[in-house]
């Protein structure tokens, strides 16, 4: 079946230093690749997506590449902030069957002053 | 993209009890997702909801503890009925949202559920 692989947490940087969060992913066909980000206290929301091999999605600074030879989406972003604070989650839409999404275990990211 | 109105946003319930969550949404939509994100944990499927159908449950999630109402194309429901401490979790819905460029899923605010 499908998974997502996610980078374990948590995640603590400096402000402003470099972010880069793993993700691959094993599936049948051609998914549909996102990022969500959860807010402390808040629902999830769209970071990023990416629908076919080598498109680039990006956002507020972050960027993600769907690579196909790699089956990875990797999130970064050059330049944190303390707002980036939140938790991360890599997930795939199922190209067969329902489209439901597959979501990674979520990557908490806690950025210091 | 779509607007998902969710509610409760919150409850604390007695072991025993059942609780309803809805889920509206602004524009009519053909399939509406129900996910569980149990403390510290990644979001599980619970089932897919189709308009005039039965929803589909996933492994490990079955009808009787987790039935799902979607009369029409803009509302569902999903009840936890005989409520453990182990239900205690976030509760949310989706929809699949826009087409081409735009195409992605849309979540509701969450249910947050504390059972005692």
């Known amino acids: 079946g499908n998974s997502v692989t996610q980078m374990e947490g948590p995640v603590t940087l400096s402000e402003e230093a470099f972010l880069t969060i793993n993700c691959t992913y094993t599936a049948t066909g051609y998914p549909s690749l996102f990022w969500y980000v959860q807010y402390p206290g808040e629902g999830l929301q769209l970071l990023l997506k990416a629908t076919k091999a080598d498109d680039k999605g990006s956002n507020k600074g972050f960027e993600a590449t769907y690579r196909k030879e790699t089956t990875s989406f990797h999130l970064e972003k050059g330049s944190v902030q303390v707002s980036d604070s939140a938790v991360y989650f890599c997930?795939?839409?199922?190209?067969?069957?329902?489209?439901?999404?597959?979501f990674g275990t979520g990557t908490r990211l806690t950025i210091i002053p | 993209s779509a607007v998902i109105s969710q509610k409760p946003s919150r409850d604390i319930c007695q072991r025993g009890t059942s609780l309803t969550i809805q889920c509206q949404v602004d524009?009519?939509?053909?399939?509406m997702f129900w996910y569980r994100q149990q403390p510290g944990q990644s979001l599980t499927l619970i089932a897919t909801?189709?308009?005039?159908?039965?929803?589909?449950?996933e492994s490990g999630f079955v009808i009787d503890k987790f039935p799902i109402s979607r009369p029409n194309l803009t509302f569902s429901t999903l009840t936890v009925s005989n409520m453990s401490p182990e239900d205690s979790s976030i509760y949310l819905c989706s929809v699949e949202d826009g087409r081409g460029a735009n195409y992605g899923y849309t979540f509701g605010s969450g249910t947050r559920l504390t059972v005692v």
């Open positions: 909801a189709n308009q005039g159908s039965e929803a589909t449950y």
């Open positions: 997930a795939l839409s199922d190209p067969f069957g329902n489209e439901k999404l597959t």
């Open positions: 524009s009519q939509v053909t399939m």
